[in-house]
């Protein structure tokens, strides 16, 4: 079934397929000490720079979590956007597995400014109170909209000053990057960010993630908290050995590039109705808006995709690496049919 909920409903690039086949041949050994392993590691240093000293997991909730315990303890906040995906879709795993408050921030459009922020720095040294050490962010945000390089800069650099961390989750980096026409490392390690957890499975990967520390104080511990997180993958070679082509030749940026070109398109043809109303900018691959109920009822008989907002009828579409002109020329068709 072609669908626009998400893309993590796409399929796995043959490339990396390839790649899985390849590695799936005689034994290797175990948790990590493998050949492919060492070579993506090698890669994601390419990529991010000598800083970057990266730890293999299993999934995105697990990165996160992961990565937040790398940088807390038990009596630190957390801060992120109140549609933050650790606050709203992990079932509350990175709360549980460091002990820290989560402390939420409305915002419009899912970004966090250093405004924003500096309202939450409060209470440092009173022990009644959590102290506030990391700020979470997502590129791109759970809204589909982009922090730019300067933006990220200027989050990172109110951190530092106060002697706290930024976090990024990853999921969707190579669609900001695209969006942006910026490098990974850019957008990342050069801005400030100090951990990422860095994903491809939205983007043609089959699963797995890595969490990448950009400094040795951060990245000393991760080896552990990876172990105890229940994120150590015995057969490591099959999580790391897509990160291989995922990287080589800008597979990565390819994939993303169509992902958002898509998105773009369906966008287009979605503004020609004027019964649809766009609730964020399009500047990945997910698109939101607000569409009249007698449409979305008929719209849904024949498409699956998610309710961003159901009391004000806001829908959400995601584009994937993999949809096709004709995925968005049989949508095209069906909106000329409802709205006819």
């Known amino acids: 079934m072609r669908s626009f909920a998400s893309d993590n409903n796409s399929g796995v690039h043959p490339l990396v397929m390839d790649a899985l086949l390849k590695a799936n041949v005689d034994h290797a050994v175990g948790y990590g000490d493998d050949n492919w392993t ?62 820290c408050a989560l402390v939420s921030i409305p915002t419009s459009d899912g970004k966090l400014t250093p405004e924003l922020i500096k309202a939450r720095l409060h209470n440092f040294g009173v022990c009644h109170h959590s102290q506030p050490k990391v700020v979470y962010i997502s590129q791109v945000t759970e809204l589909g909209t982009v922090y730019t390089i300067d933006e990220v800069k200027a989050v990172a650099d109110l951190l530092h000053a106060h002697s706290m961390y930024l976090h990024m989750d990853g999921a969707r980096l190579a669609n900001a990057c695209a969006y942006l026409k910026c490098s990974m490392k850019q957008l ?42 229940a994120q150590l993958a015995s057969k490591m070679r099959y999580l790391s050995a897509q990160f291989i082509p995922y990287l080589e030749n800008d597979l990565w940026l390819v994939n993303a590039v169509k992902a958002n070109a898509a998105a773009i398109k369906l966008s287009n043809i979605l503004k020609q109705y004027p019964g649809i109303v766009f609730t964020q900018k399009v500047e990945s691959n997910a698109l939101f808006f607000t569409i009249p109920t007698d ?12 309710m961003w907002n159901e009391e004000r009828n806001e829908a959400r579409l995601v584009t994937s690496w993999d949809t096709t002109d004709e995925d968005i020329s049989k949508f095209e068709e069906s909106l000329k049919t409802i709205f006819k």
Do not use: W
């Not at 449409?295 to 998610?306: H, S, V």
């Open 38 to 99: 060492h070579a993506a590691e090698k890669k994601l240093k390419e990529v991010f720079g000598e800083k970057a000293t990266p730890f293999f997991v299993f999934n995105g909730t697990g990165a996160n979590s992961v990565a937040l315990q790398a940088v807390t303890r038990s009596f630190n906040s957390i801060l992120c956007a109140e549609t933050a995906h650790i606050n709203v879709d992990e079932c509350g795993a990175p709360g549980r597995m460091t002990g």
């Open 188 to 229: 990342t390690v050069d801005a400030g960010v100090d951990i990422l957890s860095f994903g491809g499975t939205k983007n043609g990967m089959m699963m797995g993630e890595a969490v990448i520390a950009f400094s040795p104080e951060i990245a000393e511990n991760l080896m552990y908290f990876r172990k105890q997180s």
């Open 295 to 306: 449409a979305l009822r008929k719209l849904q008989e024949e498409y699956y995709f998610y």
